[in-house]
């Protein structure tokens, strides 16, 4: 894995990260932000089995972000 | 055959997401920018979808094509072994080299195939690349375990926010 970031960040003044690396692409962003905010504040699943996966999952790829 | 109850007809995976209308017109307009915006070369999207959905198997997703990408069968065919061919330009090989590894070997991704991408379609390019690679690494994943049916079709784009999605 990378020891630097590979993209740089869109957003003045902030450092490199997902949410700024993305904003190279505000429409995708904003899409993106539209998407993953209604998954986390509505839906049929309850908090506690949404963030079980989502961990679980970051481990199984290793993403230690 | 999908095991989910709905999620049938001409457009299964959009059928299956759309037991959730509301995250699935989301989903569409996510997805579908990468064409709706032309945020990168269609023919470039094309191989890599196809070469991502090569590497997961994934019948339901190989049985889609771009008909306005202009990706003759003769590449499609190619792809399996992009590496030793001579039909891809750099940007194409700069692109699938990132494609090859994500579905399965992440972590082997090096910052000088970042770089070389980089050089071929700048940082815009790199991220929108990058985000379509993840997103149809994620369909093949969908796909496979919601078991959604093969329905091969020729496509103005595999997705659009006004939908289906292919």
Redesign the interface.
Known sequence: MSTKPRVGSAVAGEAPSFGTALAHQPGLAGAFGALYGTFWSKGALDHRTKEVTRMRNARVTDCGY | MTWLEGAHGEHPFDAALGL?P??RD??R??YG?LWD?H?APAALLELCRLRVAQLHDCEAELAVRHAGAGVSEARVAALADWAASDRFDEAERAALAVAEKMPWR??EI??AE?AEL?ARLG??G???L??AIALFDANCRLRLALDTEAVPAEVAAPASGAGPIH
């Open positions: 959730r509301d995250l989301l989903y307009a996510f920018k915006d945020l992440h972590h090096t910052d970042y980089h940082e815009r790199v991220v929108a990058t985000v």
